[in-house]
């Protein structure tokens, strides 16, 4: 994404934006990131200026075009004279979906019911609606309703996020006659989305692994490794122009096999990466992942000191610490895995967002008291 915002041509939007990147990693940026409820990476949001108000927020990777769509909602979201009720509601979902995501399905909900037929945010309020209801763990309502609207809607971005919702709506519940149903009518749609050039790589990454899911939970392990294959393969194909670029293949990789596959698969891939990236933590973080998976005990050791020593932020040391413990424990050394846990426990106390903070923490009690 961030090769997107560096080569597109937003000239048009000179004078309208003051741009701001805040890392998810420094301390200095817990309060905003607690206030204005930034969970994931890449989060977006466009802020008024007078009163410090979300006019527009959205989570994950977009195209350019995307991207367009995004800064001219807020912009409109700032100027209350531009709006329509449906404008409104639409707006307020954004600003709610982050901390609120019950309220925002009702503010997405009355977007719809107060929209005109040619209205031309429709789609977005759609997919918005959809994804404020996987936010509420609302899972039969956001894979059915992605389901329907997915029939009808014009094969975009705003369809492979439609189809994105309802596939991790399906993933996160349990298997019943309603979610066989729901599948059944969301796969044909998922295989359109991928065969479409505008469905950015996020997405692609979002699709494979929840039909990967969707494939083991229900016994057909070799879907899951047919999906996995493609995917691997759409990866390995793509030659990387920015330290950026590879690092975020090589996260997509040890996500795939996360999911389901071999780790030995990919780890020339990853050696590679942390050869070409000797300042990256990331690059030793993922291999170290997969170093462990393949029971490298030794070798996933010896990563994650590496990726210690390229100055990792907030987030990325108790990642690593924790991986190290848990090879350490694997290899019989009890207290020194328990140390490594204590450091890590005390690393965690760093991290910005409250939430991945508390996550941390209570994972790395659990694990001392283990």
């Not at 019950?102 to 997405?108: E, I, L």
């Not at 020339?268 to 005990?297: D, V």
């Not at 490594?340 to 991290?351: F, G, H, N, R």
């Amino acid at each position: 994404m961030r090769d997107l915002l560096n080569h597109a041509d937003l000239a048009g939007y000179a004078g309208q934006f003051v741009w701001l990147e805040l890392s998810y990693d420094a301390p200095e940026n817990r309060t905003f990131l607690t206030k204005y409820g930034a969970e994931a990476t890449p989060t977006f949001f466009v802020i008024a200026p007078q009163d410090e108000l979300v006019t527009a927020m959205q989570t994950g990777a977009m195209s350019l075009e995307q991207l367009r769509q995004f800064l001219d909602r807020g912009a409109s979201g700032a100027d209350a004279r531009s709006q329509t009720p449906a404008d409104a509601a639409l707006m307020r979902g954004d600003k709610l979906r982050a901390q609120q995501p019950q309220d925002a399905v009702t503010a997405y909900r009355e977007a719809l019911r107060l929209a005109p037929a040619n209205w031309p945010r429709r789609q977005l309020a759609e997919t918005s609606f959809v994804e404020a209801l996987q936010d509420n763990s609302e899972w039969r309502l956001c894979a059915e309703t992605s389901a329907t609207k997915a029939a009808h809607m014009t094969r975009d971005d705003l369809f492979a996020r439609m189809v994105v919702g309802g596939l991790w709506c399906l993933v996160s519940t349990d298997r019943s006659p309603w979610s066989d149903v729901a599948f059944q009518k969301l796969q044909p749609f998922a295989e359109e989305a991928l065969a479409l050039p505008s469905t950015v790589r996020d997405h692609r990454d979002e699709i494979y692994r929840t039909l990967m899911k969707l494939s083991v939970a229900r016994n057909d392990n070799a879907a899951a490794a047919k999906f996995g294959d493609r995917w691997l393969a759409e990866l390995d194909a793509i030659k990387p122009d920015s330290d950026e670029e590879r690092s975020a293949l090589d996260i997509a990789r040890v996500e795939s096999i996360q999911t389901f596959g071999n780790p030995e698969r990919i780890l020339p891939a990853l050696k590679a990466s942390e050869l070409a990236m000797p300042n990256n933590y990331i690059a030793s973080l993922r291999l170290a992942q997969m170093e462990l998976a393949a029971k490298h005990l030794d070798e996933t050791i010896a990563a994650c000191d590496r990726g210690l020593a390229r100055s990792p932020g907030a987030n990325g040391r108790p990642w690593l610490l924790q991986i190290k413990a848990q090879a350490l424990r694997q290899k019989g050394k009890t207290a020194e895995a328990r140390r490594t846990l204590q450091e890590a426990l005390q690393a965690a106390q760093e991290i910005p967002n409250q939430g991945s903070r508390n996550m941390n923490v209570h994972s790395i009690k659990k694990a001392l008291q283990q």
